[in-house]
């Protein structure tokens, strides 16, 4: 609970240093502060990203990431991960499904015919 505590502190404060420079914008953060409120790897939210999950924001201090958007936005991938709705993954995987099955069905027809043929020619089953 502390190290959550200290996360929000850190997001959310609005400090200067030096010559009036913002420190943070609040509310956004790193990929790296991302990736310890989620309990994962700085590698896993720049795939996210890549991915397209989520999305980094222009602040005064550079490209961060919206807390509240991120949140919602993993939890809602995780959500639909868990109904078997991943997106492109999922659209590859359909069509692997569509093809594989389509392979079957034509293997099927294959052996039916040659059965066929099989009994027209006078050859035994």
């Known amino acids: 609970m502390t190290a959550f505590l200290c996360f929000w502190e850190r997001v ?4 200067t240093v030096g010559a009036g420079r913002i420190e ?15 309990g994962l790897s700085p590698q896993n939210i720049s795939q996210y990203t890549r991915d397209g999950i ?12 919206n807390v509240v958007k991120s949140t919602r ?26 093809l594989n099955a ?9 052996l039916l015919a ?3 043929a099989q ?3 006078g050859w035994p089953i």
């Open 54 to 65: 989520l999305r980094k924001e222009d602040t005064p201090v550079g490209k961060r990431y």
């Open 73 to 98: 936005a993993v939890i809602q991938y995780l959500l639909d991960k868990a109904d078997g709705r991943e997106g492109k993954d999922s659209q590859k995987s359909k069509k692997l499904e569509i």
């Open 12 to 15: 959310i404060k609005l400090a």
């Open 102 to 110: 389509e392979a079957r069905i034509a293997q099927a027809k294959a």
């Open 114 to 116: 040659e059965e066929e």
């Open 119 to 121: 009994q027209l020619s």
């Open 24 to 38: 943070e914008t609040p509310g956004y953060c790193k990929a790296e502060d991302l990736a310890n409120l989620f």
